[in-house]
């Protein structure tokens, strides 16, 4: 158990919907990356948040967008969602915002779009 | 050309063998390198990190770095059944951000 929860788990929506994931890191950590794992693209990092700002960004689509709230959680939103948004997400956390190494992964959440 | 690559295998080998993992990558900037174990719709566990240079070992498991040949190199000594999973390498940029190769499926037959 690597101590960064995600919710839910599994989540099955159709076309056009919106959902909201939800992530606590480690205790003390705080630093928030989000994740995509889909089978054609790997693992690919979409946004990072540092004690609620915004630190950095990679592949996140537009109909995307992420916080991070006081209590350190963070939650990714998707909206319009389409086929290829189906993936997992993972959420990970850090101590720090840069020079650490060890950055933890959730179990993640399973997102499919029907 | 991608940022980080690893061969998909999957790479089968007898348990007890020593199993080989290597990711080349493109960019000689960077300093850190990661190794992350996944199981089938799982998380990625840390499993070691590298500088850029030299050698890292923690018990079975001992990380390379070649910069000339800009190699990252894993191995698993005494493979057991339940190293069976993905082995995925990735390297780190400023901020923690990192990045990922493919993965190279592992198969430990018993």
């Known amino acids: 158990d690597s101590g960064v929860t995600q919710t839910p788990k599994h989540l099955i929506t159709a076309t056009g919907q919106r959902v909201t994931l939800r992530c606590s890191p480690r205790?003390?950590?705080?630093?928030v990356y989000w994740y995509q794992q889909s089978l054609d693209q790997g693992l690919q990092f979409l946004i990072q948040y540092y004690n609620g700002e915004e630190r950095a960004k990679g592949n996140i689509l537009e109909r995307f967008s992420a916080q991070q709230f006081p209590d350190l959680h963070s939650e990714l939103n998707l909206s319009s969602l389409e086929l290829g948004d189906s993936a997992l997400y993972f959420c990970?956390?850090?101590?720090?915002?840069?020079?650490?190494?060890?950055?933890?992964f959730g179990e993640g959440s399973w997102l499919t779009v029907v | 050309q991608k940022e980080v690559e690893q061969d998909p295998g999957p790479l089968s080998v007898p348990e007890g063998a020593i199993v080989s993992l290597n990711c080349t990558y493109s960019?000689?900037?960077?300093?850190?390198f990661m190794w992350y174990r996944q199981y089938s719709r799982k998380g990625p566990e840390l499993l070691m990190y590298t500088y850029s240079s030299g050698n890292k070992e923690d018990g079975r498991f001992t990380a390379q770095v070649d910069k000339s040949s800009k190699y990252i190199s894993l191995f698993i000594r005494d493979s057991q059944p339940s190293d069976s999973a993905t082995y995925l390498c990735?390297?780190?940029?400023?901020?923690?951000?990192?990045?990922f190769g493919g993965g190279t499926r592992v198969l430990v037959k018993p």
């Open positions: 960019n000689s900037a960077f300093q850190y």
């Open positions: 205790s003390g950590d705080l630093s």
């Open positions: 990735a390297k780190k940029a400023a901020g923690n951000k990192l990045t």
């Open positions: 990970a956390s850090s101590v720090d915002n840069g020079s650490g190494n060890t950055i933890y």
